[in-house]
């Protein structure tokens, strides 16, 4: 499951229209991102010191590789908070940008926390909860939630996120699942699915905070009022979609969560 957009090919902080990841309205000069793009690193470390940095490593299940974000100047938002960022954790970061350091180092230069969201799991753990709630999705029935199981009768329904269930055999192995970890995350990481496996509008601007969302969606809009007429079309190309009555929908492997779509981000 391919769910973020490596670091070195995100887009340069110092050059952001050298990528297809922006475009810039000629008439006011404004710079806005193309389609939303999402970076997703295990936390390793974490300073405080003159400003915040948090090493992640990029990774885990392939190397050792690691790489750190720079926050500079950022604005406290609802939906954040910098006792959730601990080592283990896992990291999201929505319109990332890479930028090389003044000690030759290649990390992200972060000043937007409104675009951040961090899971109380490793990486390894959040993937494979991601994997099952794609699975059960897919199914468009009632599954257990549990790693290889395909019971479908009987099932118990988590009461706090309702949207996982657990066979009488496995209702005990919230653990190992994941879910006793990201229960209460559930609801963010079905959007994040949204964003990488399904329907994304083009004149939105995507935030896990929900004022900051709807602020940017009106500025993106506006500009989107006043692109060339062939960039629908290029936009079409580059993502894979297809016109569906007023909105632009990527081709979905996932059920449409519309009432996600709608918290988060404001077209």
């Given at each position: 499951?391919?769910?973020?957009?490596?670091?070195?090919?995100?887009?340069?902080?110092?050059?952001?229209?050298?990528?297809?990841?922006?475009?810039?309205?000629?008439?006011?000069?404004?710079?806005?991102?193309?389609?939303?793009?999402?970076?997703?690193?295990?936390?390793?470390?974490?300073?405080?010191?003159?400003?915040?940095?948090?090493?992640?490593?990029?990774?885990?299940?392939?190397?050792?590789?690691?790489?750190?974000?720079?926050?500079?100047?950022?604005?406290?938002?609802?939906?954040?908070?910098?006792?959730?960022?601990?080592?283990?954790?896992?990291?999201?970061?929505?319109?990332?940008?890479?930028?090389?350091?003044?000690?030759?180092?290649?990390?992200?230069?972060?000043?937007?926390?409104?675009?951040?969201?961090?899971?109380?799991a490793q990486i390894k753990m959040l993937m494979r909860y991601m994997s099952n709630l794609k699975f059960v999705m897919e199914s468009r029935s009632c599954v257990c939630f549990k790693d290889d199981c395909k019971v479908t009768q009987k099932l118990e329904r988590c009461s706090s996120c309702r949207t996982v269930y657990f066979c009488s055999a496995h209702r005990m192995d919230l653990w190992s699942s994941g879910h006793n970890r990201l229960c209460g995350n559930t609801t963010e990481i079905l959007w994040m699915m949204e964003?990488?496996?399904?329907?994304?509008?083009?004149?939105?601007?995507?935030?896990?905070?929900?004022?900051?969302?709807?602020?940017?969606?009106?500025?993106?809009?506006?500009?989107?009022?006043?692109?060339?007429?062939?960039?629908?079309?290029?936009?079409?190309?580059?993502?894979?979609?297809?016109?569906?009555?007023?909105?632009?929908?990527?081709?979905?492997?996932?059920?449409?969560?519309?009432?996600?779509?709608?918290?988060?981000?404001?077209?």
């Amino acid at each position: 499951m391919e769910l973020a957009t490596p670091l070195h090919a995100l887009p340069s902080y110092n050059q952001p229209l050298a990528s297809t990841h922006y475009r810039i309205n000629s008439k006011t000069s404004e710079i806005f991102p193309t389609y939303p793009w999402l970076f997703v690193a295990e936390i390793r470390s974490v300073h405080f010191h003159i400003r915040p940095r948090v090493t992640v490593v990029l990774s885990p299940e392939v190397s050792d590789e690691t790489a750190t974000i720079h926050f500079y100047e950022c604005q406290n938002v609802s939906s954040f908070s910098w006792e959730k960022v601990v080592p283990g954790s896992t990291i999201a970061i929505l319109y990332a940008q890479q930028k090389r350091f003044s000690d030759g180092s290649l990390g992200i230069r972060q000043s937007d926390l409104s675009t951040i969201q961090v899971f109380p799991a490793q990486i390894k753990m959040l993937m494979r909860y991601m994997s099952n709630l794609k699975f059960v999705m897919e199914s468009r029935s009632c599954v257990c939630f549990k790693d290889d199981c395909k019971v479908t009768q009987k099932l118990e329904r988590c009461s706090s996120c309702r949207t996982v269930y657990f066979c009488s055999a496995h209702r005990m192995d919230l653990w190992s699942s994941g879910h006793n970890r990201l229960c209460g995350n559930t609801t963010e990481i079905l959007w994040m699915m949204e964003l990488t496996f399904g329907c994304t509008a083009q004149n939105a601007f995507y935030a896990f905070d929900k004022r900051e969302a709807c602020e940017m969606s009106n500025l993106v809009k506006k500009g989107m009022e006043e692109t060339p007429s062939d960039f629908n079309e290029s936009l079409m190309e580059r993502m894979n979609v297809w016109p569906e009555g007023d909105d632009l929908i990527v081709n979905l492997t996932l059920e449409s969560i519309s009432e996600l779509d709608e918290r988060f981000c404001k077209h």
